[in-house]
Every structure is written in structure tokens, then in C-alpha cells.
């Protein structure tokens, strides 16, 4: 798809400095561009770039002024940075822009489905399913009997959710993940074998939420686990059953959280993290990469390491921690001493 220097101008409402017929259809770094791309320049450091770009079409702030010939046309605009982002959120409208019902795809009589959606071929959806307005479902997902999903919400393509669910409005599930798989449910027998514990409870999603490629969320074994308003979940992460995550919180990837542990407001969680059972994670807690966590945290807390420390600590332990060789030397050397004395 082409879009003219005009055309872009008046999404971005800027002014036009050179050709304002020239096309585009690609988007490019300062550093790589070619003819044909757009770019913008935000960071000063890339200023020399602009001048040996060779890219169509250059996003710059309004009080930028050349000082050397430009082969490319420029679009100044109050904030380059944030209009080329808008240009992102525009461009990417138009890609994932889909109607329709493609073929081999399989649809339960018994399921409600909403206005201007989109669902791909080779997707499955069951019985009792409800479908919100504008959804997308990308192929070859699957959408288990009684799930709800609410209006604007996306499903890329591989997305699994299991029966019961409730996915609500303006939520993205990128590819792979699976919402609403079985816990990690099993009770030892008097064989020494483990027998599986039936999870009957479901996920809910509340509005806003984002779950990465590869995600999984743990069905409950009964109730809910549950995903609050405005979460975002990197990929490849893991929560178990029963699990509440509160709003606004975000978790980078590979984390896993063990069942049954509430995690509270606001929260930051880095990749790696590992997160014991049924503990409590108050709210504006800041945990850092690779840490273990295996006691309830309050609120604000700041954790760094395995066991995790608090950071300052954790800070002052590592300073020993890597002087330790220096430190035992010392102390083998003063032992010596006091031996020779004696």
C-alpha cells in the first residue's frame, strides 16, 4: 500500500517541505533508509543521517532547519517521535484491517457472533460462544464452548482458549498463547502415583489486557484466575492456576507465578522471575530479573536476587559477595600472622 508526503501530512496535521507527490510503502530507520520509505528523525545524535538517508520521506520537528542539500522530502510536525508512532498505530489499523468469514472455518449454530468481526480459516469456535463487535480472530485459533469475548479484541492466529473463559473488551492474545489450560492439578495416592485434580474454573481476562506469543494462564481449579484491567504480559510466561494479577501490572518474559498468589496494582516484573504459591505481592512492587521470590512482599517493595533481598541490600551484599576471594585472602593472611606470633 503507497501513501503520497500529502497524504501522510494530513494524518500528522504537519507541513510539507519538498515533494508532496512523492510515494512510500515501507518504513525504514534514518540509518537504512531506501526509496520508497519513510522515516523521522527525533534523537539529534541521528542528525547526520538525514543528510545521506535515502529514504522518500523524513518526519522531522518543526524547528528542524537543514544545513547541507536533502535528498528527501520532509514532513515537519511539533513532535517527530510521537507522530511517527501515530503513523505506526494508523499503518497497523490498515494491516490487521480484516472482515469477514473465511472458508474451513467452523462456527457452532449455537454461538452469538457480533458485527464487523473477522474470523480466519481453519478456526473452530464452539458452542455457546459469544463474539463481541470488531473482534479478529486470526486462522487456525480455537475458541472453546461458553467462552465470551468482548468487543475489539484480537485473536492472532494459533491462539487457543479453553471453555468458559471470559476475554473482555479491546484485548490482544497474540499467537500461541493459551488461555484456560488445566492447572497443575495432581494429589499422591496410597500407590505413590498422582491422580489428577479436576479444574472446573475458568479465566477471566478483564478489559485492556495484552498476553503475549506463548503465554499460558492456568485454568482454576475452582473460581477464577484471574487478569485485571490494563495488564500486559510479555511473551512466554507462565500462571498458574487461581493466580490474580492486579491492573496496570506488567511482566516481562519467562516469569512464572506458582497458584494461588495474588499480585497487586502497578506492579513491574522482570523476566525470569520465579514466584512461589500462595503468597501476596502488594501493590508498586518492582521486582527485578531473575529473581526468586518466596515470601509475601508489601507494598513498594523494591526486590532484586534469589532468595530476593530488598535492592539496597541486595546492592550492598553483591559488593561483598564479588570482593569475597580479595576478603578471604586477607583473612588467611592475618591468620598466618597471628600463627607466627604465637
Known amino acids: 500500500m503507497k501513501f503520497t508526503a500529502e497524504q501522510i501530512a494530513g494524518i500528522l496535521e504537519g507541513t510539507i517541505v519538498g515533494d508532496p507527490n512523492i510515494e512510500v510503502s515501507q518504513l525504514s530507520k534514518i540509518e537504512e533508509g531506501k526509496k520508497g520509505s519513510l522515516t523521522f528523525l527525533a534523537n539529534p545524535k541521528y542528525k547526520s543521517f538525514i543528510y545521506k538517508t535515502e529514504a522518500s520521506i523524513t518526519i522531522v520537528n518543526s524547528d528542524f532547519e537543514s544545513e547541507e ?10 513532535d517527530a517521535y510521537g507522530a511517527f508512532t501515530k503513523l505506526l498505530e494508523y499503518y497497523n489499523q490498515i494491516k490487521l484491517n480484516k472482515t469477514g468469514i473465511e472458508k ?83 494429589a499422591p495416592n496410597e500407590k505413590g502415583e498422582y491422580s489428577k485434580v479436576p ?15 506463548g503465554t499460558t494462564i492456568d485454568r482454576a481449579t475452582l473460581g477464577s484466575t484471574i487478569i485485571r484491567k490494563g495488564v500486559k504480559l510479555d511473551n512466554q510466561i507462565q500462571i498458574a492456576h487461581n493466580v490474580e494479577i492486579g491492573k496496570n501490572t506488567v511482566i516481562a518474559a519467562q516469569t512464572g507465578i506458582a497458584g494461588s498468589t495474588k499480585i497487586g496494582e502497578n506492579c513491574q516484573i522482570g523476566g525470569q522471575v520465579g514466584i512461589v504459591g500462595h503468597i501476596t505481592i502488594g501493590n508498586n512492587v518492582r521486582i527485578q530479573a531473575q529473581s526468586g521470590i518466596g515470601r509475601h512482599v508489601k507494598d513498594n517493595e523494591v526486590l532484586q536476587g534469589s532468595p530476593a533481598l530488598t535492592y539496597g541490600d541486595y546492592n550492598k551484599s553483591y559488593v561483598y559477595f564479588k570482593n569475597l576471594p580479595k576478603l578471604v585472602k586477607t583473612i588467611n593472611e592475618l591468620e598466618k600472622r597471628v600463627d607466627g606470633n604465637n
Open 104 to 186: 474451513s472455518s467452523f462456527i457452532s449454530d449455537s454461538a452469538k457472533i457480533g458485527e464487523t468481526i473477522y474470523i480466519g480459516a481453519f478456526t473452530y469456535i464452539g458452542d455457546n460462544v459469544i463474539i463481541g463487535d470488531n473482534v479478529k480472530i486470526f486462522p487456525n485459533s480455537y475458541i472453546g464452548d461458553n467462552v465470551s469475548i468482548g468487543d475489539n479484541s484480537i485473536v492472532f492466529a494459533g491462539g487457543k482458549i479453553y471453555s468458559d473463559c471470559i476475554i473482555g473488551n479491546n484485548c490482544v492474545i497474540n499467537s500461541g498463547a493459551i488461555i484456560g489450560a488445566d492447572g497443575f492439578g495432581f
Open 69 to 78: 542539500p536533502l535528498k528527501t522530502t520532509l514532513i515537519k510536525v511539533e
Open 199 to 213: 479444574q472446573i474454573g475458568n479465566v477471566i481476562l478483564e478489559d485492556n489486557v495484552d498476553i503475549g506469543a
